[in-house]
Every structure is written in C-alpha cells, then in structure tokens.
C-alpha cells in the first residue's frame, strides 16, 4: 500500500459542521460523548482526563473495561504531555506519518487515567487526518485529547458512515458527527514501541513496507493471538458480521459455493480477481465484484460486509486476497471476521 501524506485542511468545511463541532465540544467538556469521522473508522469519543466520560465509552460499546482506548490528539508537539521515555524512532514515525493512520504504542505520562488504559502502563496514540476530527479537537481547547475507540459494538464491524453509527451505537452516544465515508476504511496501523524493537500489533492504513523504509530497519509483526498485550483488535473473532464468512482460494471458490447451494443454502461469492466472469449458472448463487486494488478494496471492505450481512444470506464465501504485503490488513481483517466461535473453544 503506498503511502499517502495526509494534511490537515479545515477550509472544507462548512458553517453548519463548524456549528456542529462547536456543540460537539461542548457535550465532550460537560462529559458527554460524541461519534467522529477519522480518515480509518468513525470513533467514539470522550474526553481523556474524564473518567466518567470513558466509563461510558465502554457502557455503550458493551466492551470489557481491560482493552485499552486509542488516545486521538491534535498535534505532534502534544505527544509529550500524554507520553514519556518516547524513543527517537517513535517521534520519526509521527513527525512523518501523523496526521495519519498509525498509532504508536508508548509508555503512558501521568496525565493518561487507568480507565483509558485499562491498566496498563503504556498508551495508544494518533493524530487522526480527518478535518472534522482536527476541528473537534482543536474546538475542544488547547492540548486535549479525545480518547475514541471505533464506534461499534464490542465485536462487530467498524462503522465507515455516519448512517453505521448509527445503526451500531443509535440514541447511546450524545451526538453523531457526520464526515462522509472513511477515505481508509481499515483501521490504523498500530506499532508498540514497549520492547526494545518496534513490534507491529495490528496491520493497517499505513504499510509495514512505508514503516521499515522510514526508520531504516525492519519492523516484525507481533503474533496476533498475544495475550501478554491486549488487543482487543487481537482476539480472533473481532470483526466480525453475523452470516457465517468463509474464506476460499481462487481455485476452489466456484467448488465450495456449489456445495453449499446443493445443501439449499443462499450464499454470496465476494470476488477481487476475474474469477468472477466463470460464475457458475446456478441461480441461488449471488457474486459481487470487489475493486482489485487494495486501496480501494480495503475503503469499501466493511460497508459491504455490513450490506451483505442485512441480505439475510446463510453464507459469505470470500475469495482469499492476494498473498501480497499490500493485502496484509484487509487479509487480517478478513480471517478475523470469518472466524468461527464453534471451531474450537475460544470465546
Ligand atoms: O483507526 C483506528 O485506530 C480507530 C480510529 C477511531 O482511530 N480506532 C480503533 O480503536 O480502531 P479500537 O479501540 O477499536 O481499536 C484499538 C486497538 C484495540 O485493539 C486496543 O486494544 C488497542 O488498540 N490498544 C489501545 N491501546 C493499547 C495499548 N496501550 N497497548 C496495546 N494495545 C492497545
Ligand atoms: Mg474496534
């Protein structure tokens, strides 16, 4: 995935989304919250330094209280205030990619509270590159932070409309700000700089490739299934949509579908290669066409799980990605999703 250099650029936006996060502000310094775009996924927001604000974060996304909360500031100069011992690599990576999809791991300063954290002693942050985002967060007041989850139900599939918000979280949050569909679509990349190397923690919005070409060093994957950090984007059935997904290669895509049509089941094939064109001609099997390019497969992914899922089909076969550096975090969020609670006894 290449790299694109995101920039702030507030002259976008309207009187009325001005007025809208003026508002937005207020409900969050009177301890309310309040869903935002990001260029990734839309965000649940609260304030940092108010524990009350975040217990509701975790209330209304039904998710357990130890799955730390990413931390959103406003500028690079602030990473500072909610971070410390912050290694010269780290400080290379936000100067870079901030505002931007990669979030940095770090030991958390005194000013982060242990609700946001659930405990630990290090913090997730980012600058988020969105120009509503920017704007709450400079409306909100000098050297604030917004600490925001993705504004999903514990489990389910990241929101990349205003309308999913909506549809996921409904009257629970204070108020819905509205900034179009996520330009990534996947969440952010997240890299902890907790041992001694950087370890990548979640695949994402900026590619391991753009990571290792800027510190000048190869960068490793942690083992996604961890448990010495929690991750909740690490337990294996986050992600996921509610109809059975299931992944085949190219090669046995057409195979596996028709064996389930002969069982009576209504099933839908996602395809990204030309595959698609040899559809087979058994009516009870439905097959859309997703964008070959991983940029743009990844920013329509999760509104499509999320409009197939609404279909009521018995399953989703998707066509396994190309086995491709720039495919990693769709590849990631795809086996996550497809991810079956009875195959063994994880929960
Ligand atoms: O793109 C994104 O990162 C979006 C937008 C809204 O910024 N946010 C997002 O947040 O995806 P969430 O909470 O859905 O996923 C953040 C992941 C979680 O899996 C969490 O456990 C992990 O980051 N995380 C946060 N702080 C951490 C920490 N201190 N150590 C390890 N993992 C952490
Ligand atoms: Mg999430």
Redesign the pocket.
């Known amino acids: 995935m290449e790299h694109t250099q995101y920039r702030k650029n507030k002259s976008n936006l309207t009187a009325e989304q001005q007025d809208q996060i003026t508002a937005a502000a207020q409900i969050l310094r009177e301890g309310g919250t309040v869903a ?1 775009p ?8 609260a304030d940092v330094t108010n524990p009350d604000a975040i217990n509701k974060i975790y209330q209304i ?1 039904q ?1 357990p209280i130890d ?6 500031i406003g500028d690079v100069s602030h990473l500072d205030t909610w971070a410390q011992a912050i290694p010269d690599s780290a400080w290379q990576l936000a100067s870079y990619f901030w505002p931007g ?1 990669l ?1 940095l ?2 030991q ?1 300063s005194r000013h982060i509270p242990d609700s ?3 405990g ?1 002693d ?3 942050l ?1 600058i ?1 590159a969105h120009p509503v985002a920017l704007a709450l967060l400079d409306a909100l007041g000098p050297k604030k932070a917004l600490a ?5 139900r514990f489990g389910r599939i ?1 929101p990349t409309t205003a309308a999913h918000v909506q549809e996921e979280l409904g009257t629970a949050v204070d108020m819905i700000l509205d900034g179009g569909a996520c330009e ?1 679509g ?3 990349t ?1 890299i ?1 700089f ?1 041992d001694q190397s950087p370890k990548i ?2 695949p ?2 900026i590619a391991v490739s753009a990571l290792e070409s800027v510190l000048g060093s190869p960068v490793m994957l942690a083992h996604s299934t961890s448990q010495t ?7 294996p059935a ?1 992600y996921a949509p509610a109809t059975p997904l299931r992944i085949y290669s190219t090669k046995h895509l057409w195979d596996r579908a028709l064996a389930l049509t002969a069982q009576g089941f209504r099933v839908l094939v996602m395809t990204w290669s030309d595959v698609g064109q040899s559809r087979p001609s058994d009516q009870s099997i439905e097959q859309f066409s997703m964008p070959a390019d991983p940029i743009i497969y990844g920013q329509q992914l999760y509104a499509k799980l999320r409009q197939f899922d609404q279909a009521a089909f018995d399953y989703m076969i998707i066509e396994a990605p190309p086995d491709h550096p720039s495919w990693l975090a769709i590849t990631d969020r795809l086996q996550r999703a497809s991810y079956n609670p009875f195959d063994n006894n994880q929960n």
């Open positions: 935002f990001t260029e990734t996924v839309y965000g649940l927001g996304k998710r799955h730390p909360l990413i931390v959103h999809p979030t791991i770090l958390r946001v954290t659930g630990q290090t913090v997730g980012r988020p925001a989850p993705s504004a999903n990241s990534v996947l969440e952010s997240i902890s907790h923690l979640r994402g919005g950090i929690r991750t909740s984007g690490s337990l986050h």
